[in-house]
């Protein structure tokens, strides 16, 4: 009886793949350490390419640490390379380190007062979106496995990256240039491992999505000519305003009559429409500027071929002229599906089974995809809303008053670090 519970132990173990590295007291020793810098990075953001005193904060505490750095890869991004004491793969795990043109308006003591320009105005400079406690968290992962080398089976590279919210116009940037600039390459990553800080999640959970999780986004033109008149007398022109309206009706179409809408979500918007300079003159051409958010790239093909279709058709229809570009976006946010079930385990054993919860895809686009094109990746959420607070008592990312709880943090550097460690001792 005695063999065969401890028989019944050795494959429970050994099914949930997710060890236990006993690294708690170095972990627990790490929280304060986040805090605190998680505060000075929000009291001190920087805009997306720009992000120079970030960089130096994070290249010098890498160094600190014996890990080897690199920094200016894609701009202002550092990455760090850990090599463990036995041989084996290579894990990278990602961290984003812009801030936005956003004025901060909590109170906070850490609040931030910084201005900058940006489009040539002065503008509000806030960590809106949790990328300083991304930071600090990937800070403290580093702290921690820099102390506990033995346990590492490989080696580990921290990507600290700059721009996800996007670089300004004009410029490159982001997880596309690190890519471009051989992130993945030197040595070869095998898999990458990504988190995001909610607003909305209560501190202590973890949410995922397998397979496409968060969408890709589009930018398209549509340029409409028609043939300026009188506004009295429509008959002596073409207008392309009223054309306009019809295109944007005809693409909504696209999605409610033709998109399988149980397969994924698919999203077109019409972010900006304009022409004309005055009342009575219907003018020359008109504009339209707008997104699209696809889980799937059948249906990305299919709305982006449609588009077309539909706008120069309807246009030829009215005697105008339509024309449609659409850039190459940002990829999906693909979750590879054997990589993501694998390393749940990791997971439930830091945040507790009931805490990591499945969740729908969401329409927001992240530029980790374009990572998980080259190489296998998962990208989770964390939960950063005060554990205290209502249902609804949380205010969305990008906003003024968007808040993050410092108690979620502590779950976030277990999280990595075991997925990390857990990863390279799988893949052995
Ligand atoms: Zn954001
Ligand atoms: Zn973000």
């Known amino acids: 009886m005695k063999i065969f519970i401890s028989y019944t132990f050795l494959l429970i173990s050994f099914s949930i793949q997710a060890q236990n590295h006993g690294l708690e007291k170095d972990i627990a020793a790490v929280e304060s350490k986040v805090i605190e810098w998680r505060r000075d990075i929000h009291q001190h953001p920087e805009l997306s390419n720009r992000e120079f005193n970030t960089a130096e904060k994070i290249a010098e505490h ?82 921690v496995l820099s102390k506990n080398k033995d346990k590492i089976r490989g080696t580990i590279k921290f990507v600290f990256q700059p721009a996800e919210e996007g670089p300004p116009p004009g410029e490159e940037g982001g997880a596309e240039l690190m890519v471009k600039q051989g992130v993945l390459e030197n040595p070869k990553v095998d898999a990458i491992y990504g988190l995001h800080i909610g607003s909305y999640l209560p501190v202590g959970q973890i949410a995922y999505k397998p397979g496409g999780a968060m969408a890709a986004a589009q930018r398209f033109v549509v340029n409409i000519k028609g043939k300026q008149t009188h506004g009295s007398a429509p008959w002596g022109g073409v207008d392309p305003i009223f054309v306009a309206a ?17 397969k994924e979500a ?90 990591v919860h499945l969740i729908k895809a969401i329409t927001g686009a992240e530029d980790f995809s374009f990572y998980q094109e080259k190489i296998p990746g998962f990208f989770f959420i964390l939960g950063g809303k005060d554990p205290n607070a209502g249902p609804n008592d949380h205010f969305p990312h990008h906003t003024p008053d968007f808040k993050i709880d410092d108690s979620g943090l502590l779950l976030g550097v277990k999280a990595m670090t075991e997925i990390a460690l857990d990863y390279l001792d799988r893949a052995k």
């Not at 463990?84 to 109170?107: H, M, S, Y």
């Not at 019809?246 to 149980?262: A, C, N, Y």
């Not at 279709?309 to 570009?325: D, N």
């Open 62 to 143: 890498l160094r600190a640490l014996g890990i080897e750095v690199q920094t200016g890869v894609a701009h202002t991004g550092v990455v760090g390379l850990l090599k463990g004491n036995r041989p084996g793969k290579v894990v990278a795990l990602r961290a984003d380190i812009d801030a936005l043109p956003v004025t901060e308006r909590n109170d906070l003591p850490f609040k931030s007062m910084v201005t900058s320009e940006y489009l040539g105005q002065e503008v509000g400079v806030m960590h809106a979106c949790g990328h300083d406690t991304h930071i600090a968290i990937m800070m403290g992962v580093a702290e």
């Open 246 to 262: 019809k295109i944007v009706d005809g693409f909504q179409s696209i999605i409610s009559r033709e998109m399988e809408l149980t």
């Open 266 to 355: 698919a999203v077109i918007t019409v972010g900006k429409m304009s022409g004309g300079v005055r009342n009575n003159i219907i003018p020359e051409s008109a504009e339209l500027i707008g997104t699209i958010r696809t889980l799937d790239y059948d249906m990305q093909k299919q709305i982006n071929e449609r588009m077309k279709e539909m706008a120069s058709a309807i246009a030829k229809a009215y005697r105008a002229e339509a024309t449609v570009e659409i850039d190459k976006g940002v990829p999906i946010t693909y979750n590879d599906l054997a990589l993501t079930e694998a390393s749940l385990p990791s997971l439930k054993e830091v945040a507790g089974d009931d805490n």
